[in-house]
Each structure stands twice: as structure tokens, then as C-alpha cells.
């Protein structure tokens, strides 16, 4: 619906008022409407894989150390120059990339991932 919108009635609002959409902002609409949906569609599939798993593992210890390994990952990645560089080539990779393939195959490959490593941790705390 975003895509629609911002396709037909944001661009003729954007000239007037100057307002952003989130699809302008990522640089997506740079390789056409097809790309720009699968670019959104995978990247707000990878968000939601993360979210849906997160809040599914919080009633388990398995929810609470991945929060434990994601805030050590954070601490550790961010003050380190190096380590940060990496961090901030996976960002580029699932949200800014250039090339819409690459960050359409890396998100779906991240969801994927997530959910299977999901299905195995659920399966363990039943």
C-alpha cells in the first residue's frame, strides 16, 4: 500500500510540501516499481522474522540470552573502528544496497535463517 501510495499521490504532495517517504529515503525507487516492492517486501519480511522472533523466545531463557547476545554484539561492535565498519556493510547490505538483488536475496536469506534457528529454539523449550 506504501508502494501505491507513493507511486500515484506522494510524488505529486512530495513537490508541494517537500515530505519524504520511506522508499525515497532507502534510494529503492532507483530500479523501478518491480524492485522497489520486493526490496521493501523483503526487507519489512526481515524486520518482522526479527521482531516475531524475539517477542515468540521472551517467555524462555532462550529469549533472554539472544537479548544478552545482541546487546554484547552492539557494545562490542560500536566502540571498535573495524568492527564497526562491518557493522555498518551488513546495514548497507539489507537496506541501502545499490544493488536490488543483493539486498533482496540477503534479506530473504537473513529471514530464513532466523526463522529456522525459531522453529529449532521453540521446538527445544517445549
Given at each position: 500500500m506504501n508502494l501505491a501510495t507513493f507511486l500515484t499521490f506522494d510524488r505529486m504532495i512530495m513537490t508541494r510540501t517537500g515530505v519524504m517517504n520511506l522508499v525515497s529515503i532507502?534510494?529503492?525507487?532507483d530500479h523501478g516499481g518491480w524492485y522497489t516492492f520486493f526490496q521493501?517486501?523483503?526487507?519489512?519480511l526481515l524486520i518482522a522474522s526479527v521482531i516475531h522472533t524475539l517477542t515468540l523466545l521472551q517467555t524462555s531463557w532462550i529469549g533472554?540470552?539472544?537479548?544478552v547476545a545482541i546487546i554484547a554484539v552492539i557494545s562490542v561492535f560500536i566502540p571498535i573502528a573495524a568492527l564497526r565498519a562491518h557493522l555498518v556493510s551488513f546495514f548497507y547490505l539489507i537496506i541501502y544496497n545499490s544493488n536490488a538483488f543483493s539486498q533482496i536475496?540477503?534479506?530473504i536469506a537473513l529471514s530464513v535463517v532466523i526463522y529456522g534457528a525459531s522453529y529449532f529454539a521453540l521446538r527445544i523449550q517445549k
Amino acid at each position: 500500500m506504501n508502494l501505491a501510495t507513493f507511486l500515484t499521490f506522494d510524488r505529486m504532495i512530495m513537490t508541494r510540501t517537500g515530505v519524504m517517504n520511506l522508499v525515497s529515503i532507502l534510494g529503492w525507487v532507483d530500479h523501478g516499481g518491480w524492485y522497489t516492492f520486493f526490496q521493501q517486501f523483503a526487507f519489512l519480511l526481515l524486520i518482522a522474522s526479527v521482531i516475531h522472533t524475539l517477542t515468540l523466545l521472551q517467555t524462555s531463557w532462550i529469549g533472554w540470552t539472544v537479548d544478552v547476545a545482541i546487546i554484547a554484539v552492539i557494545s562490542v561492535f560500536i566502540p571498535i573502528a573495524a568492527l564497526r565498519a562491518h557493522l555498518v556493510s551488513f546495514f548497507y547490505l539489507i537496506i541501502y544496497n545499490s544493488n536490488a538483488f543483493s539486498q533482496i536475496s540477503a534479506c530473504i536469506a537473513l529471514s530464513v535463517v532466523i526463522y529456522g534457528a525459531s522453529y529449532f529454539a521453540l521446538r527445544i523449550q517445549k
